[in-house]
């Protein structure tokens, strides 16, 4: 093989594993593109889900203080169940005392 066969062979060579080179960047380009896409639709989603959360837990601390009011709201009204009960019994005591006689006209 002459010299001039050999450089041409090295130079189509050369030519091709150029070629296939600049496909496989193309590919890892358009891969790399794929991921960043996929990086920011994940990003979206946890911005969403982050969003989300957040609501909850405001629902959860405004049940928790309904409860809470809810809860002494019970506990008052509790407390004065047992005071009208407490007087009723003392009026009882005081009509007690009271005695009626004859008819009522």
Not at 35 to 43: G, M, T
């Amino acid at each position: 093989m002459s010299l001039r066969s050999r450089i041409v062979l090295i130079s189509s060579l050369a030519v091709t594993g150029v070629t296939a080179a600049g496909e496989t960047i193309q590919r890892v380009v358009g891969e790399i593109e794929r991921v960043s896409r996929i990086v920011a639709e994940i990003e979206v989603s946890m911005e969403e889900q982050s969003v989300g959360i957040t609501q909850i837990d405001r629902s959860v601390a405004e049940m928790d203080r309904a409860t809470q009011q809810n809860a002494a709201l019970v506990e008052q009204s509790a407390a004065a169940s047992a005071q009208l009960n407490d007087q009723a019994q003392h009026l009882a005591e005081l009509v007690g005392g009271f005695k009626l006689t004859g008819n009522a006209a």
